[in-house]
């Protein structure tokens, strides 16, 4: 169906229930990131084994796991910073292992990574920071990078005044929404968020899945979410993947709570499990 | 209908330009898109004269992202500042909410730069510069100062010494310096010895060629080596060290717990740097003159004995010791400013490495300085 916007000096103003009454998920036809078989290892301490994953185009998966159980460690494996010692993974049709040179780059500027502190570049500005990928991997003009970056500055809910600040002068949840500004510079196709909402105030982590939520419908994108934060699982997850005892488990919240694991039955079934689950539904 | 670059299909109608987007809209195609978004030829007036309007279907539209969302918006722009309103039909139901979140997002004003005025910045910096070297001086004297009383305090009450911090220290600037150090002094006097034997055998006055490396090796050469080496190599660790420990705000997180980080950072590495630097310069020394010695026996066939023989000819006591004299002092030079440097680094992984290239050069610096000064000092007390 097709819809007449017309558009005037007023601000755009798009009928928002038409727009969520279609949403544009496709029905899943291909899987953007398929794990087979993963184990990794530090030193002889196993931290995953045999973990089989498929995150669908255009979902949003949360990944929980108790501290250490290898939630960080999944996702440095999925973008290919940690080599696995055995199984494949194979982002958007390629294998990372295999992968080298220029369609390696080629791919990474397709995925965004937003990192568990952040990892801003602390001797660039925050606006600078979103650039350094854009100069890297486009061709565009100074102006409109600049213009770009302006732009995801404000998407990611940032005040234009944060544009012209240093990573170590803003607060840590403004260094998230930073962070993820950086990751969506290049528009990719796969998000891939290490707990986004960790650290913030709970009326700031419920904006923030709100961002994420919004920007998934807006841009399509596929969102891997590592995360701690129920609200966030009940909220905007279609899927859950529990990383328990090395193995990955998928379902999504009620399914989970029906779960024998005592782990997975304690997380999801506890008293802020249950009031999560309530809320969101 | 013309084509182009598969991004855009016009028609005209009258007073109308049909603009249909087709392809991807995306940051792969962004630079074509704006050559063609520019290249739109402008709409005909329609019969009344009126300025013709811009009809931009998106129903065929693949694919958008941000950067189409936003050069469609600065195309819009730009046609109605040009008194030609845009209409945009046909809006893909996927592409709506991303539209949307980009124009909103497009809207929020830049933050304007500053208005410039050159001379008075110019003159602003310049004294800006100047009371920042002066508060600088202030406050390294003000960090001598407290150096100094937790020097102290460690000596008269030794149990707050952190034994363990101070060893490793020991080991990491004394031990582990000397094959590099022995290294280059061992080359030093090979090359003194050379040049002097040159110019001396002309007068037939190889013999005092001993006397020139003794005197030059053991007042000057042998620390000045010493310390520019553990300037180089631990006065910059030292402040990289802590540098970094105040970027991970791990210089805060021991404040919290009680911790003194002068007591605990900063006394067991000058100590440990005052400890080995009268080992070290007296270990240079002797390879400096070995490495004479060598030289000698080579070039003039002085053998070691007539050289250790004619060596106590010329130096009293004092030469052998005026070096040990200035050893810790320099330590205490170096060791302080690289723990200084570190404890300034601010934010950013930049600063440390500002800091850590200031704390050498400014280390090195004052050790010339202080050994000019020493000297003078030397040559009126007669020592
Ligand atoms: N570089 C490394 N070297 C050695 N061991 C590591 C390394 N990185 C992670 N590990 C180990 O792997 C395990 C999983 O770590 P990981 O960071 O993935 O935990 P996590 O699930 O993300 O925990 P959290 O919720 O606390 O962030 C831990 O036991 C950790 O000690
Ligand atoms: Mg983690």
Known sequence: ??????????????????????????????????????????????????????????????????????????????????????????VLGHDIGTLTGSRRIALQARTGVLFQD???????????????????????????????????IAMVGLPPSAAAKYPSQLSGGMRKRAGLARALALDPEILLLDEPTAGLD????????????????????????????LDSLAAICDRIAVLNDRKLLVGTLESLQQETNPWIRDYFSGRRGRAALQAGS | MTVEQGLLNVTSEEGTLVLAAAGSWTLTTAAALTRTLDAAPPPLPDDNGQPGRIRLDLGQLDALDTVGALLLRQFRDRS??????????????????????????????????????????????????????????????????????????????????????????????????????????????VVLAYQGAEQLRRLGAEIYVVNLLGLSILREIGILITAIIVAGRSGSAFTAQIGTMKVNQEIDALRTLGLDPMELLVVPRVLALMLVMPLLTFYANMVALFGGAVMSYILLDISFHQFITQMR???????????????????????????????????????????????????????????????????????
């Open chain 2, 80 to 189: 109605r500042d040009q008194n030609h309103p845009v209409l945009i039909i046909n809006v893909r139901p996927e592409h709506i909410a991303l539209i949307d979140a980009v124009w909103r997002a497009a809207e929020a004003e830049p933050v304007p730069p500053e208005p410039g005025r050159p001379l008075y910045e110019a003159v602003e910096a310049v004294g800006q510069a100047s009371l920042k070297t002066a508060r600088a001086a202030v406050e390294l004297i003000s960090f001598f100062g407290q150096v100094c009383t937790a020097l102290l305090r460690v000596v008269m009450n030794p149990r707050r010494l952190r034994l363990t911090a101070l060893v490793y220290h020991m080991d990491h600037t004394g031990l582990r310096c000397l094959p590099i150090l022995g290294l280059l002094s061992f080359l030093i006097g």
């Open chain 1, 202 to 229: 709970p009326i700031g982590a419920a904006a923030f899945d709100q961002l994420i939520g919004s920007l998934q419908h807006g841009l399509g994108l596929t969102v891997f979410m590592v995360t701690h934060d």
């Open chain 1, 1 to 90: 169906m097709t819809i007449d916007v017309t558009i005037t000096d007023t601000p755009l103003s798009i009928p928002r229930s038409e727009a969520v009454s279609t949403p544009a998920l496709p029905a899943w036809p291909d899987s953007v990131i398929q794990v087979r078989g993963l184990v990794t290892q530090f030193a002889g301490h196993v931290v995953h084994d045999g973990v089989d994953i498929d995150v669908r185009r255009g979902e949003v998966l949360g990944v929980v796991g108790a501290s250490g159980s290898g939630k960080s460690v999944l996702l440095r494996a999925i973008v290919g910073l940690i080599r696995p010692s055995a199984g494949r993974i194979v």
């Open chain 2, 313 to 383: 000819i010329p130096i009293d006591f004092w030469d052998a010791t005026v070096a040990m004299i200035k050893a810790p002092v320099f330590a205490l030079v170096i060791g302080m400013i690289g723990c200084y440097e570190g404890l300034l680094v601010s934010g950013s992984a930049e600063s440390v490495g500002r800091r850590t290239t200031k704390s050498v050069v400014e280390s090195i610096f004052l050790v010339i300085v202080l050994n000019a000064f020493f000297s003078v000092l030397f040559s009126t007390i007669h020592i």
């Open chain 1, 118 to 152: 952040g990892a801003l570049f602390s001797s660039l500005t925050v606006a600078e920071n979103i650039r350094v990928p854009l100069v890297e991997h486009t061709d565009l003009p100074s102006s409109l990078i600049d213009e770009v970056a302006r732009v995801k």
